[in-house]
């Protein structure tokens, strides 16, 4: 929970730092201006809002499970996203607003241990990695879209935590021992059917850094380009995941 409160506040410092001239820009993101998507960061904070707990025996969603519904949502979320966007006139006081009441809200939760959110039920502590996925992801489009620093002052274990929670889901949509993927300092993760290996080097190994990584499994970036940048490296035998990604 605390990750997620460290994350706040520098987005939203981005955000106040925008001019009306910078919140007219396209975002990068399809139909979506920079307004639009500083928006959707309040729309973040409304899905923490209004969190429901439930019985300890309930069913829950894994994060992989979890983040799997958004494609099939992406027309509602974006409905909600432009319906917050034409609702305040002051987006980063909207911002600031509607998380200081998702994180009041998230303190007053106490020891629940799964709660229903909008896209299913989860632990309360995978929905709260899920919304620090949220939180990373649009704070670098953010900063790509308006050219500020990246990553907007994150916290460097919120950057680092998305990167491990992306590669788990990446292991648990793909599982098997073929490829490893690597992306120190965070974590390393084999995937993939095929020949496994017991002990050396894997049949196939695939390294990045971690915002590479986030890039590459938010589709913010396509394996092609990140190879030919050199930020990517693969080799061995089926060392590709284009197929796999993106994940998000």
């Known amino acids: 929970m605390p990750l997620l409160a460290a994350c706040v506040d520098p ?7 925008l001019t009306p001239a910078q919140l007219a820009q396209p975002s990068g993101l399809p139909g979506w201006s920079v307004r639009d ?3 959707h960061l309040v729309v973040i904070a409304d899905s923490v809002r209004h969190l429901e707990p439930l019985p ?6 894994s994060i992989s499970e979890y983040v799997a519904g958004y494609l099939g949502r992406a027309e509602r979320i974006s409905g909600l996203t432009l319906e917050a966007a034409a609702e305040m006139d002051d987006i980063p006081a909207g911002y600031q607003e509607r998380w200081d009441d998702a994180l009041a809200h998230l303190e007053s939760l106490g020891d629940v241990d799964k709660v229903l959110a909008r896209r299913g039920a989860a632990r309360l502590a995978d929905l709260v ?3 620090i ?4 992801v649009h704070a ?3 900063a790509r879209a308006v ?4 990553p907007v002052g994150l916290p460097p274990a919120a950057t680092a935590l998305v990167a491990r ?3 788990d889901v990446l292991a648990q949509r793909d599982p098997g021992r073929a490829l490893e993927v690597r992306v120190p300092p965070v974590a390393a993760v084999q995937c993939m059917a095929g020949p496994r290996h017991t002990r050396g080097t894997p049949p196939g190994v695939v390294e990045t850094d971690p915002l590479t990584w986030t890039r590459l499994a938010a589709g913010r970036i396509g394996w092609s380009e990140a190879l030919e940048s050199g930020a990517l490296t693969a080799s061995g035998e089926r060392a590709d995941l284009s197929s796999a990604l993106p994940l998000l």
């Open 11 to 17: 987005v939203g410092q981005a955000l106040a730092s």
């Open 37 to 39: 998507l500083a928006a």
């Open 56 to 61: 300890a025996n309930a069913g829950v969603l």
């Open 129 to 131: 990695v899920t919304r």
């Open 133 to 136: 996925i949220e939180l990373v």
């Open 140 to 142: 670098d489009d953010l």
């Open 147 to 150: 050219s500020l620093p990246v």
């Open 165 to 167: 929670a992306l590669l």
